[in-house]
């Protein structure tokens, strides 16, 4: 049988040479093509090959009836529709090493044409004006970077730094004093970052968590006359209030690689002379498009062949006979790693998960992974897969522990995730209710019934009279309707909690009149 393989970006020779060479592969470039001209010819293809351009739609995805395959020469796989892709049985793998120095050195060209305002004094002179006083720049040898996100890129845009005579203080929920420590750069939660940074760059994923997580209030906090970078992901800044706080002179000047939306030609922040910009040039280095086309052409290659694969970003590898026994648990074990992650403080240092009941007969083996899926995901987004999750925690210096026990608390079968951060220990229990489904039973020593989906509120308070009205009230004068209220406590009059299910996300602005009500300690806002 031969394979078909639509390539629908421009993707390295020296990668698809691997895919030609292979004897019973057909490679067929076709760039530039609209989502309706996808959809018309995607049904030909077992294997369909993009960077960072092609949309793969829902509605292209629909029409993909005989894709095995889907391989992203790059990082980020937000131009693909994931959930559609796995609703299909059609693999999603990416190449998410081979462009990180690349994208590492491009950050690094930025920050200092950013400092001596190279762009700007060459469009000068290009227009024919010798003007040397316009262009008096600063020095970045003892200033501060700020990095927030310290995974592959951070990391490398940090060693860069430090010959550069810069301190290094960065931002990563997987980032340990001790880590920061190894690393040589200063441990620093998110506002000490932004209040102490000269320059900040963002190397993130773009997740509903860092959507816009540089916005009008970090603006607020940091220095007057810091420099901002974002080669990362467009919308991780909220571009309106990076312009805003540009013009009021907040931000002496900024460098961009990406926007929310793309090709940004004609955006108003490229007016502001203050801005410099690229576009999305981080990967387009020669070395960089060789080793991602490399890479996803292997990985291609394997998923056509049916042979494993090392960067699935969807599918499970899991033997059919285990598969049906664990699968059962396999919402509840994912979502308990999700609430976790999201209920807890600090970065995160171990996790801990125990097996109990029916379950210490299986092989839960897949169900922890799903567990450390569900941590995971929650900072790192759509590249957490089972298959990666293990290796992703270890490469995070995560520890993982997972033990089988007899005590179940009377239930048929329990697990429970415990996670230590670097500020406290959280412990959630779920349980699956033959009949009734999955049940988060327990949050750290208080015993509750809640089912884990939906938009969750996680108060934490004081047991008083009146506090369960007052939270009922103020969501009611906001038009949020409680679906389901669960309060455990330690205590009568003691420490309490409160989930609460709702029936849409509750915005931050009510989250916040939320805290600051009498007798409530803390509130978080949790999505399963
Ligand atoms: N401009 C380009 O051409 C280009 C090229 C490659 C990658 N990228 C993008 O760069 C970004 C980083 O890529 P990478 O390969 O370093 O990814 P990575 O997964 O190695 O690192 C991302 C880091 O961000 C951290 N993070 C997640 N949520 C956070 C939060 N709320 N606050 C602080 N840190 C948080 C994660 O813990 C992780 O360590 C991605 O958005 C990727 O798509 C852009
Ligand atoms: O394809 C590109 O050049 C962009 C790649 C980059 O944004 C990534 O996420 O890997």
């Given at each position: 049988?031969?394979?078909?393989?639509?390539?629908?970006?421009p993707?390295?020779?020296?990668?698809?040479?691997?895919?030609?060479?292979?004897?019973?592969?057909?490679?067929?470039?076709?760039?530039?093509?609209?989502?309706?001209?996808?959809?018309?010819?995607?049904?030909?293809?077992?294997?369909?090959?993009?960077?960072?351009?092609?949309?793969?739609?829902?509605?292209?995805?629909?029409?993909?009836?005989?894709?095995?395959?889907?391989?992203?020469?790059?990082?980020?796989?937000?131009?693909?529709?994931?959930?559609?892709?796995?609703?299909?049985?059609?693999?999603?793998?990416?190449?998410?090493?081979?462009?990180?120095?690349?994208?590492?050195?491009?950050?690094?060209?930025?920050?200092?044409?950013?400092?001596?305002?190279?762009?700007?004094?060459?469009?000068?002179?290009?227009?024919?004006?010798?003007?040397?006083?316009?262009?008096?720049?600063?020095?970045?040898?003892?200033?501060?970077?700020?990095?927030?996100?310290?995974?592959?890129?951070?990391?490398?845009?940090?060693?860069?730094?430090?010959?550069?005579n810069?301190?290094?203080?960065?931002?990563?929920?997987?980032?340990?004093?001790?880590?920061?420590?190894?690393?040589?750069?200063?441990?620093g939660?998110?506002?000490?970052?932004?209040?102490?940074?000269?320059?900040?760059?963002?190397?993130?994923?773009?997740?509903?968590?860092?959507?816009?997580?540089?916005?009008?209030?970090?603006?607020?906090?940091?220095?007057?006359?810091?420099?901002?970078?974002?080669?990362?992901?467009?919308?991780?800044?909220?571009?309106?209030?990076?312009?805003?706080?540009?013009?009021?002179?907040k931000?002496?000047?900024a460098?961009?690689?990406?926007?929310?939306?793309?090709?940004a030609?004609?955006?108003?922040?490229?007016?502001?002379?203050?801005?410099?910009?690229?576009?999305?040039?981080?990967?387009?280095?020669?070395?960089?498009?060789?080793?991602?086309?490399?890479?996803?052409?292997h990985?291609?290659?394997?998923?056509?062949?049916d042979?494993?694969?090392?960067?699935?970003?969807?599918?499970?590898?899991?033997?059919?006979?285990?598969?049906?026994?664990?699968e059962?648990?396999?919402?509840?074990?994912?979502?308990?790693?999700?609430?976790?992650?999201?209920a807890?403080v600090?970065?995160?240092?171990?996790?801990?998960?125990?097996?109990?009941?029916?379950?210490?007969?299986?092989?839960?083996?897949?169900?922890?992974?799903?567990?450390?899926?569900?941590?995971?995901?929650?900072?790192?987004?759509?590249?957490?897969?089972?298959?990666n999750?293990?290796?992703?925690?270890?490469?995070?210096?995560?520890?993982i522990?997972?033990?089988?026990?007899?005590?179940?608390?009377?239930?048929?079968?329990?697990?429970?995730?415990?996670?230590?951060?670097?500020?406290?220990?959280?412990?959630?229990?779920?349980?699956?209710?033959?009949?009734?489904?999955?049940?988060?039973?327990?949050?750290?020593?208080?015993?509750?019934?809640?089912?884990?989906?939906?938009?969750?509120?996680?108060?934490?308070?004081?047991?008083?009279?009146?506090?369960?009205?007052?939270?009922?009230?103020?969501?009611?004068?906001?038009?949020?309707?409680?679906?389901?209220?669960?309060?455990?406590?330690?205590?009568?009059?003691?420490?309490a909690?409160?989930m609460?299910?709702?029936?849409?996300?509750?915005?931050?602005?009510?989250?916040?009149?939320?805290?600051?009500?009498?007798?409530?300690k803390?509130?978080?806002?949790?999505?399963?």
């Amino acid at each position: 049988m031969t394979y078909k393989v639509l390539v629908s970006d421009p993707v390295s020779e020296e990668g698809l040479k691997i895919l030609r060479e292979a004897a019973h592969v057909e490679v067929v470039q076709q760039t530039g093509l609209s989502e309706e001209e996808l959809a018309n010819v995607i049904g030909q293809y077992d294997a369909l090959i993009v960077r960072s351009q092609t949309q793969v739609t829902a509605k292209v995805i629909e029409r993909a009836d005989r894709l095995k395959v889907i391989g992203r020469a790059g990082v980020g796989v937000d131009n693909i529709d994931l959930p559609s892709a796995t609703a299909k049985g059609i693999m999603v793998v990416n190449a998410p090493d081979g462009n990180t120095i690349s994208t590492a050195e491009h950050t690094f060209s930025m920050l200092m044409a950013l400092a001596r305002r190279i762009p700007q004094a060459y469009l000068k002179l290009k227009q024919h004006i010798w003007d040397r006083k316009a262009f008096v720049g600063v020095e970045l040898n003892g200033k501060t970077l700020g990095i927030i996100g310290l995974g592959r890129i951070g990391t490398e845009v940090a060693k860069r730094a430090k010959a550069f005579n810069m301190t290094v203080i960065a931002y990563d929920p997987y980032l340990t004093p001790e880590k920061a420590e190894k690393l040589g750069v200063h441990y620093g939660q998110l506002n000490d970052v932004l209040k102490q940074a000269d320059f900040i760059t963002v190397h993130t994923p773009l997740l509903k968590e860092t959507r816009h997580m540089i916005s009008h209030d970090q603006f607020k906090l940091m220095k007057d006359g810091v420099y901002i970078l974002n080669c990362a992901r467009g919308g991780i800044i909220d571009e309106d209030a990076l312009y805003e706080a540009i013009i009021t002179g907040k931000v002496a000047g900024a460098a961009l690689d990406v926007f929310e939306e793309e090709p940004a030609t004609h955006h108003r922040l490229l007016e502001l002379d203050q801005v410099i910009a690229t576009p999305h040039l981080g990967a387009s280095t020669k070395e960089a498009q060789k080793n991602v086309a490399i890479d996803v052409c292997h990985e291609v290659l394997k998923a056509l062949e049916d042979q494993p694969v090392k960067n699935a970003v969807n599918l499970p590898s899991i033997p059919a006979h285990i598969f049906k026994k664990v699968e059962p648990y396999f919402l509840l074990s994912e979502r308990l790693g999700s609430f976790v992650a999201q209920a807890a403080v600090g970065a995160v240092k171990e996790i801990h998960i125990s097996y109990a009941g029916e379950l210490t007969d299986l092989d839960v083996g897949p169900l922890t992974r799903n567990v450390i899926k569900g941590v995971l995901s929650y900072h790192l987004g759509l590249q957490v897969n089972q298959v990666n999750a293990p290796y992703l925690a270890k490469q995070r210096e995560v520890q993982i522990n997972e033990q089988k026990t007899s005590s179940s608390g009377g239930f048929t079968n329990l697990i429970e995730v415990r996670l230590v951060t670097t500020q406290e220990t959280k412990r959630v229990a779920g349980t699956l209710l033959n009949g009734y489904g999955a049940r988060i039973v327990k949050v750290d020593q208080y015993s509750i019934d809640v089912e884990p989906t939906g938009h969750l509120i996680y108060v934490r308070h004081y047991d008083r009279p009146g506090v369960i009205g007052r939270v009922g009230t103020l969501l009611g004068s906001h038009d949020v309707n409680i679906a389901t209220m669960q309060v455990g406590r330690s205590d009568v009059g003691g420490d309490a909690i409160m989930m609460l299910t709702v029936d849409k996300p509750v915005s931050k602005e009510v989250l916040d009149q939320l805290s600051d009500l009498p007798e409530i300690k803390s509130v978080i806002e949790i999505d399963l």
